[in-house]
């Protein structure tokens, strides 16, 4: 009979997506999001981001590529 802690099921459960800094995610703009490293750089500012997931990059991106220029 095997017991496992709540702490071994939580980890086990769902591996965590990798969270990157504003200059990987820089430098990767062109080949994962398709976009120039500049829209990286303001869509993370703009956000109030650091370091984010690619989903959660890809959402600031999004979201800062819709936004209305005044």
Known sequence: MSTKT???QEATAAPQ????????????A???FAVKPEVVM????MA???EATKA???????KFNKKEVK
Request: glycine letters at 4%; hydrophobic letters at 50%; charged letters at 40%.
């Open 48 to 50: 109030g981001i650091t």
């Open 42 to 45: 303001a869509a993370m500012k």
């Open 30 to 32: 062109e080949a994962a």
């Open 6 to 8: 709540k702490a071994d």
């Open 17 to 28: 997506e990798a969270k990157y800094s504003k200059d990987e995610l820089m430098v990767a």
């Open 56 to 62: 959660e990059a890809k959402a600031a991106i999004d």
